[in-house]
């Protein structure tokens, strides 16, 4: 009987798995279209969210530089100081200025109190006439250069032809920057007036009768530049919400995935490789640029302007990349797997860890740990909102900014974690409500 019952029992757990099984075998079948379905889309948004990423922070960056004038004149300003920028802008109006010089009649053009001091000078620097001549307007003109008054008129000029830029880049090549088919010049006519000024105070009074020359310094160089002004404007116009698109794109590939942890850490790390990709076609395309330019340019002139231009947008690629990595960091470590869990473990114990000290010290947060407890979750996500919040309305963030944000919000949650553990006296009686056991009695005899 026994036996039999035995043999029932077994008979019915098969039954039961079989059933189970074949329960299971129905679900698989049922649902995985919908779950691929979502899926799909989920991916999709995500990839596309990716994808636009480069192109929100070029945008970005476009309608920074154009549409700000204050920011423009704050990117340009360190070329004023730049050594390859002054050598490139004194080798170009020494060669404007030695281009309406009659070296035949130079000296015959002195007053003749004045010989003595313009032969001493061009003595010094040689016996070539025209070498001499050349080097010594070459020298004041790196005076000039050198000086504040070039930085005040760097500063001055490119602030007065914002709006000319503007015009050059979204269509129209009116104002002190002109734009042809392949470049975007800027006029030295005010940096030769004081290169005159200063040749006509070291004795060559001849310089005095140069009529104003009008020569260009090349801001940037590129294969039919024109014919870009159409994109360049797009972008400028998508400035403000190609990054937001982006972001929304793979927010909503998170929320309609059915695996949302590992989409978002999928998605948080694809913005970072992306934000890595265009850094890296950056430094590609600086090289190609420089590799490309006419032999009348000067290649360190021409690449400290392109850093100088970029200078903000390779800012936004360090910005993205650190934010990307941190978002999937962060989804991991709440996240299931052993090595989070036991991150997870270590981080709880040195709280409590730390609780208990602050217990035996004396130090107790009265009504205050009860509230965090209870209102812990909305606590966590206020702080990780605040966070989010400063981000992106900080003004220009950096990389360092992101970390040092992340880890204020560290140190923010510890707090929160240290409030709210349980107290180790929490349910041991003290004060003066203490309830005392009474004593026990000796057994009698």
Known sequence: ??????????????????????????????????????????????VIGCVLTPLGLVASWTADIVGDTDRYVQTVTPLASD????????????????????????????????????????????????????????????????????KTIWIDANRAIHTSLDRALTGSDEGAVRINTDTVTIDLAPVIDRVKERLVDAGLTVAGKIPEIHTSFTVLQADDIGKVKTGFSLLQAMGVWLPVISVLLVA?????????????????LGIAAAALFLGIALTVFRTVYLNALPSGVSPAA?????????????????????????????AWLSGPSRPATLVRGLWDSGISATRATADRAGLRTGPVGPFVRR??????????????????????????????????????????????????ETHKPHGPHEKKEPPMEAPSS
């Open 1 to 46: 009987m026994d036996a039999n019952d035995a043999g029932s029992d077994r008979d019915e757990l098969a039954a039961l798995r079989a059933r189970i099984a074949a329960l299971e075998a129905s679900a698989a079948t049922a649902r995985p279209p919908r779950h691929r379905l979502r899926s799909f889309f989920a991916a999709l948004l995500v």
């Open 83 to 150: 050594p390859a920028v002054q050598e490139a802008v004194a080798t170009r109006v020494t060669g404007a200025v030695m281009e309406h010089i009659d070296l035949k009649s130079l000296l015959e053009g002195v007053a003749p109190e004045q010989r003595p001091l313009l032969e001493k000078a061009l003595g010094e620097l040689g016996n070539s006439l025209e070498g001499a001549v050349s080097s010594f307007v070459h020298d004041r003109a790196q005076d000039v250069v050198a000086s504040s008054a070039f």
């Open 252 to 268: 909503g590939g998170v929320l309609l995935a059915t695996r949302r942890r590992r989409t978002l850490i999928a998605g948080a």
């Open 302 to 330: 021409a690449g400290a302007v392109y850093d100088t231009l970029v200078r903000y947008l390779r800012t936004s690629v360090r910005v993205f990349a650190a934010l990307g990595v941190l978002i999937a960091l962060a």
């Open 375 to 424: 209102y812990r979750t909305w606590i966590t996500w206020i702080l990780v909102a605040a966070a989010a919040v400063a981000c992106v309305f900080w003004p220009h963030p950096t990389g360092w900014v992101v970390l040092g944000l992340a880890l204020a919000l560290l140190f923010a949650l510890a707090v929160v974690a240290f409030l709210a553990e349980q107290s180790n």
